[in-house]
Antibody, heavy 116, light 113 residues
Framework: QVELVESGGGVVQSGRSLRLACAAS????????MHWVRQAPGKGLEWVAV????????YYADSVKGRFTISRDNSKDTLYLYMNSLRAEDTAMYYC?????????WGQGTLVTVSS | DIVVTQSPDSLSVSLGERATINCKSS????????????LAWYQQKPGQPPKLLIY???TRESGVPDRFSGSGSGTDFTLTISGLQAEDVAVYYC?????????FGQGTKVEIK
């Protein structure tokens, strides 16, 4: 069955960097676009970024553009999110999700807390 | 950017009754070349990740009970839960995937009356 497992979250100081990873299994990873979606504590869902199946196309929310980078390694079935210049407002649960448009599979999420 | 607005923010429905959630996009998400509405619905229960319920505005994801249905076209959409069950207590989100950024609605919390 499809499984997405995020890792790399934790507590980080404002202005620092963090790399999230999402290990995929149970499907042909290289055939699907992938997303990062985040959810601040007690708040709704916020779409963060999407990457095409071959990694050639990447799009970002305005709130993270220029600070976050989405990438993937299809040889390792892994999705990444590189987060730089972190701010308090980036504190959230970060989910990876599979799908080129709608998200039909989701991981359990990894929590990122940015402290000042 | 497309703005997606849900209504109401919350609703209380008796067991077995119908729950209706509305979703409105600031511009049409109907793609003329394939005549598909690029709109999805998700369910999120406390402490869990979201789960896809509906895509293309009205196509039910495999395994989703048929009491969940989606309708609408263009800019106005509806998620209907026909015969609310206790396990349907959750927050429901719509999302457009017509153009990036793929915006979510703010969510609608469904509770039992």
């Amino acid at each position: 069955q499809v499984e997405l497992v995020e890792s790399g979250g934790g507590v980080v100081q404002s202005g620092r960097s963090l790399r999230l990873a999402c290990a995929a299994s149970g499907f042909t990873f290289s055939s699907y676009g992938m997303h990062w979606v985040r959810q601040a504590p007690g708040k709704g869902l916020e779409w963060v970024a999407v990457i095409s199946s071959d990694g050639s196309d990447k799009y970002y929310a305005d709130s993270v553009k220029g600070r976050f980078t989405i990438s993937r390694d299809n040889s390792k079935d892994t999705l990444y999110l590189y987060m730089n210049s972190l701010r308090a407002e980036d504190t959230a649960m970060y989910y990876c999700a599979g799908g080129s448009g709608y998200c039909n599979s989701w991981g359990q999420g990894t929590l990122v807390t940015v402290s000042s | 950017d497309i703005v997606v607005t849900q209504s109401p923010d919350s609703l209380s429905v008796s067991l077995g009754e119908r729950a209706t959630i509305n979703c409105k996009s600031s511009q049409s998400v109907l793609y003329s070349s394939d005549n598909k509405n690029y709109l999805a619905w998700y369910q999120q229960k406390p402490g869990q990740p979201p789960k896809l319920l509906i895509y293309w505005a009205s196509t039910r994801e495999s395994g989703v009970p048929d009491r969940f249905s989606g309708s609408g076209s263009g800019t106005d959409f509806t998620l209907t839960i026909s015969g609310l069950q206790a396990e349907d207590v959750a927050v429901y989100y719509c999302q457009e995937y017509y153009s990036v950024p793929y915006t979510f609605g703010q969510g609608t919390k469904v509770e039992i009356k």
